[in-house]
């Protein structure tokens, strides 16, 4: 069967960043803002990716010498406009490039870049300046002329990794462990025939397991204070029944009468039938 080949993705660790320098003397701007930008974003190696940021370091000296075609010295106008109400201001290329020369040359790269996040990392790799000279010695750069494709070596060669210790296994653990500490003392036994017995440790009930067996089984005597509690409220209970039917039997059977009724006892009233009344 034939295996699908995958497409290949550049990593972190396969990208390695070079320094270079570009002359701008006499050259002209868009060719110049070209051949930059391509190295800025790594067109130039095999492993670019558009997603990913391959490109190497880029340094423009002589800025002053850039030049432009077609009388776009005067023609040319670049833009600036500050977010309020009439904040547009013009300014012309040929006070630019008198004054910030390097501007232009940074304005015509970036404007070959992406316009994203991606792009402004590409655009922090640009340095400019207007003379000869530049503060970058440190990184060795290398002297990259116009339509010069930079030299590629392949990927950069892979980091040793160091070497781990094995770890021990459960048994040489052990092994150690038993080593390490020491054993606990055995208690003394007692012998066969001997009346003597063995002391208790310090701190522990005299006895042995068989003691705490034994105390862990009996049970708790239950607590008796409940039920003499609750015999002497049925004994209240019951005094007072008896007090409210000695006061009953002592009054008269009127006097009850009225008290419950809260009324004067009533008197036998012959009823009138419905004939009776109408005829009065």
Known sequence: MKTATRTYTPTPGDIERR???VDADGVVLGR???EV???LRGKHKPMYAPHVDVGDHVIVVNARGIRLTGG???KKIAYHHSGYPGGLKETGYERLLRER??????????GMLPKNRLGRAMARKLQVYDGAEHPHAAQQPTRLGLGEIPRWDGLPAPKPRAERPAPAGPGRRRKAAGTAKEAPARRPTREPG???EAAPAPGKPAGGPRAKRSAAKTPAKPSTAKRTTAKRTTAKRTTAKRSTAKRSAAEPASERSSKSAGKSPKTDTPKRSRAAKKEE
């Open 194 to 196: 001997d009346g003597k």
């Open 101 to 110: 020369p390097s501007f232009v040359v940074e304005k015509a790269i970036r």
């Open 19 to 21: 320094w270079y320098v």
């Open 72 to 74: 776009k010295e005067a």
């Open 32 to 34: 110049l803002a070209s």
């Open 37 to 39: 930008a391509q190295v």
